[in-house]
């Protein structure tokens, strides 16, 4: 079985520049949430893909998008980037888009910072 | 206030002993709840989940979670030093935003050999 894989696994932009980041799901996972993580905080959710379709969306601004393939991998794309964007964005894939079970598991993350 | 809260530590326990972390949750409709470790510079690893009211086990984590309190704890029984690392909680809400989870900001804990 393959687990959640992300890449790149750090990343270094300017303000302003546009960045993209990508998930492949663990084997048999249909659905892939992002999540960012700032430094000393838990993570937060930006957004869920199930079946290529956006499930779910956290509070963060338009210019953090993503898309979902049929092979059920990811992208996040983040434009306009900011300072505050400098984090640790989290790919986790699940079995299933709702209902009691959703065990998330992650992938190694990128460390992405914005200069 | 936040819909998931944990004491930020760090909680310092000496090898051999039991580390108790709680957990404080506001959403009463949360439904699965979840403990993840973390190590410094990882990613999060899911340890455990539990989805009713009660005590699970698994090795040498037990979760316990007390819907009527909004509260869910884990013990960490004969601890090791390979137990440091940061221990994120986090809840299922299954709401129309995404069946995201909600994660606490974490409790770092030391184990002292």
């Known amino acids: 079985e393959t687990g959640v894989t992300q890449s790149p696994t750090h990343l270094i932009k300017t303000r302003g520049q546009q960045v993209t980041l990508r998930c492949s799901s663990q084997s048999g996972h249909n659905t892939v949430s992002w999540y960012q993580q700032a430094l000393g905080q838990g993570p937060q959710f930006i957004f869920q893909y199930y079946r290529e379709e956006e499930n779910g969306r956290g509070n963060f601004p338009p210019r953090f998008s993503g898309l979902q393939f049929p092979n059920y991998s990811s992208e996040l794309n983040v434009n306009a980037l900011e300072l505050d964007d400098s984090a640790l964005y989290l790919c986790?894939?699940?079995?299933?888009?709702?209902?009691?079970?959703?065990?998330?598991?992650f992938g190694p993350g990128t460390r992405l910072t914005v200069l | 206030q936040k819909e998931v809260e944990q004491n930020s530590g760090p909680l310092s326990v000496p090898e051999g002993a039991i580390a108790s972390l709680n957990c404080t949750y506001s959403?009463?409709?949360?439904?699965?709840f979840f403990w993840y470790r973390q190590y410094s510079g990882k990613s999060p690893e899911l340890i455990m989940f539990i989805y009713s009211n009660g005590d699970k086990e698994d090795g040498r984590f037990t979760a316990q979670l007390n819907k009527a309190s909004q509260y869910v704890s884990l013990l960490i029984r004969d601890s090791q030093p390979s137990d440091s690392a940061t221990y994120l909680c986090?809840?299922?809400?299954?709401?129309?935003?995404?069946?995201?989870?909600?994660f606490g900001g974490g409790t770092r804990v030391l184990v002292k050999p």
């Open positions: 986090a809840v299922n809400t299954n709401k129309a935003a995404g069946n995201k989870l909600t």
């Open positions: 959403d009463r409709g949360s439904q699965s």
């Open positions: 986790a894939s699940s079995l299933g888009s709702g209902g009691l079970y959703n065990e998330q598991f």
